[in-house]
């Protein structure tokens, strides 16, 4: 591993450890981070500054750095060393302190800033621009380039723009409510971070790896191939004397704009503490089905058609979800149609031998409930006297929860351990949780959003001790390091378009499947790192939908693929045979995300999905278009056996791309085996991901195959070998054996164990 040097060049110290670069122009105020290796993405002239709410812009741009100190550090991004610089600076201005740092062998650096209040009163800090307008520089103009757009909350659409073209509008409440850069013509806007990528490969990535105290911002402007970060401070006060400090930014030069991402989520999830759940999680969810209509005999029906078939449905869960509550904010009163209450059906989910889920959206109060008239001061205020609205929904106005009220902070808590001690849930899903970091006046002022929303969501954590969490309508950086898992997109929808909107506003945020899979598809990178990602609800049914064959395949396939949370939404004792085994060819859930292999290439939503499984790969490929398309899919240049998942049909030995047919809105899911001179699995009908969870070794020992067999949903179906002509038929105790075509076999069997199978030839 490289360690750091720090050496003295002609304009500045210059930071240095084989991978990165970064140098500093003392006189200029700006710095540069670039790789060492050529044809990588590098940042240019890169200044700081710090805006204050009644006062100048501080900036260094033409003013010039000292350096104060270099020191070595040592944090959850490794071993290092730093450059702490000051701004040239008047008496009668506010100190600005920047500190670069660079890690032994990391391919990033970070950049943090901080403000000294020299003054004789206190100052309010608007926003830190961490990077005020660096060049971007990637070998290309900027036109032929594209950005990576991530959503403020998670109904927000995440997503890669052409830099040719202009940035995708967006309203309440998917934005981020109070600090917004003002539109112009070529500017590209993400929250938290942003990856910006050439045609040759060439990227620079920017992303806050810290994330508890303030929002933030990365913003592109075409015109100049201008990036600018920041770290919004909302106008907290800083005393004489005292100190206020951006969150840290990570910025990496790099040729693997996917990798970038990876590692991202990484220092993201190690930056903000992030809470991380053991095993994946599946059961069954109401909403998708019932609606509001959910109802105790409802609960209770599918609880009992989820134990009876408990091998086939392995769900750990079932979650009740909105539909059981008195009111928006009457959390601990449930409506007629849950007469025994929940505590109860709590009890009833637990002596079937699951855990018991509830959904609440605990920062909203709604205005026909109890606890609004109760309690019209515990909303944030728009203006004194007139209350936030966080939303309209249910048919009223629902306002924003003030969560820096101490009554507030203590009825939360009252709420939470009813719900987990009293009657006894082992998940809370917290919707509509964006509430709380709306834009108002707080009963405390001097807290960003960020915190206040953080008071509110911890409480949550604390109450809950070890159980799960499940954030959805929230922001996602303050976020990380509270929840176990998180809805990465807007809801699924038994439709597959966004239905049309009157006002005409973008509709990437509307529900529809369209929309959630978009975003499972962007969001990726966070899966593990920062939480079990929750791609939505799989729906499967053939009634009470509009959802064709093909669609809900290609949800089902992303939902696999995308290796986190599977809940199904269905009725579940109107389901045919063949519809409950699609859910059963997802479970048990194996854990890992595919990565969206055009991402940055796509003209539009990327078309290949690719999991790697160990043993092999699982490539999804789908047709996002109106019509059937023929499509040509790139493979390994060496012999690759080919295994379709859906049509569980072989395709044989291929070599470098495949022509297939797919129908509108459908996909194919590929099983990708490196062909070897011996007999070799090369697909199953026991789990849509051929092999990853029924196999867990394969052993070739010169005369047998052995096949180390686990237990899945399907305790029935069939694995096909591949053998070569000269190798002879397969034999095989305790299952039996066909030949399929020329070179293919299938052995069928049963496996309700963990057990070895010994396959032997000629």
């Not at 100190?69 to 506010?94: A, K, N, Q, T, Y």
């Not at 090369?682 to 195959?705: K, N, R």
Request: charged share 25%; net charge negative.
């Amino acid at each position: 591993m490289f360690e750091v040097t720090i050496r003295d060049g002609d304009d500045g110290p210059a930071l240095e450890n084989g991978v990165v670069r970064v140098g500093i122009h003392l006189n200029r105020g700006t710095f540069s981070v670039s790789a060492v290796e050529k044809g990588r993405g590098s940042l240019a002239s890169a200044a700081v500054s710090v805006a204050l709410d009644a006062g100048p812009t501080v900036g260094s741009r033409g003013i010039g750095f000292s350096v104060e100190r270099e020191e070595v550090v040592e944090d959850w991004l490794g071993r290092g060393r730093c450059v702490v610089l000051s701004r040239e600076s008047d008496e009668h201005e506010p100190e600005l302190v920047t500190t670069l740092t660079l890690y032994a062998g990391m391919p990033f650096a970070t950049v943090r800033s901080e403000v000294l209040n020299r003054g004789k009163s206190a100052i309010r800090v608007s926003a830190f621009r961490v990077l005020d307008a660096g060049r971007v520089e990637l070998g290309a103009e900027a036109s032929d380039c594209r950005f990576y757009k991530e959503g403020w909350q998670d109904w927000s659409p995440a997503l890669v723009l052409p830099v040719s073209g202009e940035d995708v509008a967006m309203s309440p409440p998917v934005i981020a409510p109070r600090a917004q850069p003002e539109r112009k013509q070529g500017r590209f806007l993400s929250e938290l971070m942003t990856l910006v990528a050439a045609p040759s490969g060439a990227s620079l990535l920017a992303g806050f790896t810290s994330t508890a105290d303030q929002f933030s911002q990365v913003w592109l402007d075409r015109e100049g191939q201008a990036l600018t970060a920041v770290s919004y401070a909302d106008g907290i006060e800083v005393r004489a004397g005292g100190r206020l400090a951006s969150e840290t930014l990570l910025i990496e030069p790099s040729g693997d704009g996917l990798g970038s991402m990876r590692r991202y989520g990484e220092a993201l999830g190690r930056g903000s503490a992030a809470v991380k759940w053991p095993e994946p999680v599946a059961g069954w969810c109401s909403w998708y089905y019932y609606f509001h209509g959910i109802s105790e005999s409802e609960v209770i029906a599918n609880l009992d058609v989820i134990s009876l078939r408990r091998r086939e449905l392995p769900f750990e869960y079932v979650q009740i979800d909105d539909g059981y509550q008195a009111g928006i904010g009457d959390w601990l009163t449930a409506n007629e149609k849950f007469p025994q209450g929940m505590g109860w059906l709590a009890d009833q989910i637990h002596e079937k031998g699951f855990k018991a889920g509830l959904w609440l959206a605990p920062f909203l109060l709604g205005e026909k409930s109890q606890m609004w008239k109760d309690h019209p001061d515990w909303a944030v205020q728009y203006q004194p006297g007139t209350p936030m609205i966080a939303m309209l929904n249910w048919e009223q106005r629902c306002y924003a929860l003030d969560l820096t009220r101490p009554d507030v902070i203590e009825w939360l808590g009252t709420v939470f351990r009813t719900i987990f001690d009293e009657w006894g849930y082992d998940y809370v899903k917290i919707d509509f949780i964006y509430a709380g970091a709306v834009d108002g006046i707080r009963y405390d002022p001097n807290v960003t959003r960020a915190q206040a929303y953080r008071r509110g969501i911890e409480v949550v954590r604390k109450v809950a001790g070890e159980r799960f969490i499940l954030g959805c309508g929230q922001p996602i950086g303050p976020s990380i390091g509270v929840v176990n898992g998180a809805r990465i997109g807007p809801d699924v929808a038994p439709f597959w378009h966004p239905k049309v909107r009157s006002d005409e506003r973008d509709d990437m945020s509307s529900v529809s499947t369209l929309n959630a899979l978009r975003n499972v598809l962007s969001r990726w990178w966070m899966h593990g790192p920062l939480w079990l990602n929750d791609p939505d609800c799989l729906m499967v049914r053939e009634s009470e939908t509009t959802l064709t064959l093909d669609e809900m395949r290609t949800l089902a396939t992303i939902i696999a693929l995308s290796g986190g949370m599977v809940l199904n939404s269905d009725n579940l004792s109107e389901l045919s045979d063949e519809r409950r085994e699609v859910i059963s060819m997802l479970l048990p859930v194996y854990g890992k995300s595919a990565v969206p292999l055009d991402l940055f290439a796509a003209n539009g939503m990327p078309r290949l999905f690719e999991l790697d499984c160990g043993s092999h790969q699982m490539l999804g490929v789908f047709n996002w278009e109106e019509q059937s398309a023929q499509v040509t899919v790139p493979l390994p240049e060496a012999a690759t056996h080919v295994f379709d998942a859906w049509s569980q049909e072989y395709l044989g030995l291929q070599r470098e791309s495949i022509r297939l047919s797919i129908p509108s809105h459908g996909c194919v899911l590929l099983g990708l085996r490196r062909a070897e001179d011996r007999p070799q699995m090369v697909g199953s009908t026991f789990h849509l991901l051929q092999g990853a969870m029924e196999i867990s070794g394969e052993v070739w020992d010169g005369s047998a195959l052995l096949l180390r067999l686990r237990p899945v949903a399907n305790a029935e179906g069939e694995i096909s070998l591949a053998v070569p002509e000269d190798t002879g038929g397969p034999r095989a105790d305790g299952c039996e054996v066909s030949q399929a075509s020329d070179g293919l076999w299938a052995l069928r069997l049963r496996v309700d164990e963990e057990r070895d199978l010994r396959v032997e030839f000629g």
